[in-house]
């Protein structure tokens, strides 16, 4: 194998991961906020938490179509065979993304007319962001836990991907999520709205760090190779700090919750779910669709991979710069007074 065939594939697959990680970074707590309508049943309160994310939220799912087209056009092997294996999950996280979408901008028009009408979009936004959330998590357990392919080709059935380990990885994520979003609102508001979040923050942690070693135990007894890849010397030299990391990251966590700080939760978070990703990718390299098929198994032609470089390159930091540029502009506290519409 040709440097070029070996590193474009490498690239690449550095790519998509970063894509992933920040569509998981901005949309994560896009939906958690939803989730939380869950805890926050007053009006007013509902209203400042969909404020925080207003400008921004149809945004942050750029990076999924981003993510998707990487997929598709660079690892076409993997999109074959990972797509019909989670039909289910993903057919139905689009639809859920879809209502959730409409009853975002419903809730609003219907309490400008009718505000008890709202109540069934304020229900259809939680559920939609928890449906996402949850389908999400399962595409990955499904991922990880490996799809059954011949000959390059998905040869197993529709629900395969159905399984308690993908239903916890759906669930983890759902509380992941939740947390993300909770601290979000730390950070983004203030009064009671932001008391509540202080509240509701630290069962979540505590819940989703049992998730994320149960996950991360469970996980290394799916393959052998799993487990190798963490135990294996010099390996577990390499991989150490991230469990380590954890537990700092925790602490730190705990920390900022007692001591009323507004932005290091949020960060925190954001480092476990940045420690639990590169985990996992750790896990399966150099695999794209586990346990049989790597990155340059599944992937398109060098000469192809070199010519959507080049336009990415081109188009990366525009969306990038535009992404940055539109927190920047809504940054800042929000309160009551600031509406959306």
Request: proline share 6%; aromatic share 14%.
């Amino acid at each position: 194998m040709d440097g070029a065939a070996y590193w474009l594939p490498v690239i690449w697959g550095v790519i998509l991961a970063a894509a992933i990680m920040i569509y998981i970074v901005l949309d994560g707590f896009d939906l958690g906020i939803g989730i939380l309508f869950a805890f926050e049943r007053r009006r007013d309160s509902r209203d400042i938490m969909v404020n925080t994310i207003a400008p921004v939220w149809d945004g942050n799912e750029t990076w999924m179509v981003f993510g998707g087209a990487v997929l598709y056009g660079v690892f076409p092997g993997a999109y074959s065979t990972l797509l019909p294996a989670l039909y289910l999950p993903v057919v139905t996280m689009l639809l859920a993304l879809i209502f959730r979408g409409v009853a975002f901008e419903f809730r609003v028009l219907t309490r400008i007319g009718a505000g008890s009408r709202s109540t069934f979009w304020d229900f259809g936004f939680m559920a939609g962001s928890v449906i996402v959330a949850f389908c999400q998590g399962a595409i990955v357990g499904g991922v990880i836990q490996g799809v059954s392919t011949t000959e390059g080709s998905f040869s197993g059935g529709p629900i395969d991907w159905l399984t308690p380990f993908s239903v916890l990885c759906g669930v983890s994520v759902v509380l992941g999520y939740a947390l993300l979003g909770a601290c979000w609102l730390i950070w983004r508001t203030e009064g009671a709205l932001q008391q509540h979040c202080r509240v509701w923050a630290l069962p979540l942690a505590l819940t989703l760090l049992a998730c994320i070693v149960a996950v991360s135990i469970w996980t290394t007894q799916l393959h052998a190779p799993y487990l190798r890849r963490w135990i294996a010397w010099p390996n577990i030299m390499i991989v150490a700090p991230v469990p380590i990391l954890v537990g700092v990251l925790t602490v730190i966590f705990m920390w900022g919750l007692r001591n009323r700080h507004h932005i290091t939760p949020f960060l925190c978070t954001l480092g476990l779910f940045f420690l639990s990703f590169s985990g996992l990718g750790i896990t399966v390299w150099p695999h794209a669709v586990p346990p049989g098929l790597t990155l340059w198994d599944v992937s398109s032609p060098p000469s192809s991979q070199a010519f959507e470089l080049v336009g990415t390159a081109i188009l990366l930091p525009v969306i990038l710069a535009y992404t940055v540029y539109s927190y920047r502009v809504f940054r800042g506290k929000v309160t009551a007074a600031d509406s959306y519409h």
